[in-house]
């Protein structure tokens, strides 16, 4: 199937949005490596994933403090305060001119986490580009974890456009894998902890370097027709 120019772009937020450093320096503050961040955030995820695929579901902040319980002797104190780092983020530099050039095409721009309501949008704000978006959805609402194909159905339906007339943009290949069986137009930025696509996936329909990179490649296909 030919994939035409989105009406909708959904971006993913932790890594591909926002900058994890705050949390790399709560772990720190509490007496922890800087670089087990890469691994605890890994075993949020793996938790997540695991959890939809057993039937169940846990939010993402639960995933992440159960993850630095297993890999650090931080107390729940402590592991609620390191937790509580993601308030503190913000957004990438590449992410103001990507969300303004869709705006400026015309295309609605979203976010699609699996984080706990409230994070995007203050990060966004923070970093003076929440005017840019119109909605931050996450699939706490569905009370499911990425990439499970209703999330990103459900995404789509909550933005009343079919399946391949939204775009999914993500740095994880997992995410954008998702977004593909759901029928999603997916982009995949190179640009931050994944340098190159796993290729035990399909390959997304564009990918680049940077958000800008891959807004441009978004914009470059065809028109749908009339």
């Keep these: ?3 035409t120019r989105p009406d909708v772009v959904a971006f993913d937020v932790n890594e591909t949005l926002l900058d994890l450093a705050p949390v790399g320096a709560a772990l ?3 007496g922890q490596p800087a670089e087990l961040l890469a691994g605890v955030f890994s075993r949020t995820l793996l938790t997540g994933f695991a ?12 995933a992440f403090e159960a993850s630095l319980a297993q ?5 729940a104190a402590d592991r609620s305060a390191v937790a509580d780092a993601f308030k503190e983020l913000a957004p990438h530099p590449d992410v103001e001119p990507a969300l303004r050039r869709l705006r400026q095409a015309g295309v609605r721009v979203v976010t699609l986490s699996h984080g706990s309501p409230g994070v ?3 990060a966004l704000s923070r970093g003076g580009v929440g005017a840019l978006v119109e909605r931050t959805l996450t699939s706490e609402s569905i009370r499911a974890w990425k990439p499970d ?5 459900w995404a789509a339906g909550t933005c009343d456009v079919a399946p391949d007339r939204m775009a999914l943009v993500a740095a994880h290949s997992w995410d954008c894998a998702g977004a593909l069986r759901a ?17 035990v996936f399909d390959p997304p329909h564009v990918q680049g370097e940077s958000l800008v990179d891959v807004v441009e490649a978004l914009l ?5 027709p009339a």
Aim: overall charge neutral; aromatic content about 10%; proline content about 4%.
């Design 51 to 62: 959890v939809t695929a057993v039937g169940s579901w846990c939010s993402f902040r639960a």
């Design 1 to 3: 199937m030919t994939r």
């Design 220 to 224: 470059a296909l065809p028109a749908a």
């Design 149 to 153: 194909r209703e999330v990103y159905l």
């Design 28 to 30: 720190v503050e509490h």
């Design 71 to 75: 890999l650090t002797p931080l107390s």
């Design 120 to 122: 995007a949008e203050a």
């Design 183 to 199: 029928g999603l137009t997916a982009g995949f930025t190179s640009g931050r902890s994944e340098r190159v696509y796993a290729e």
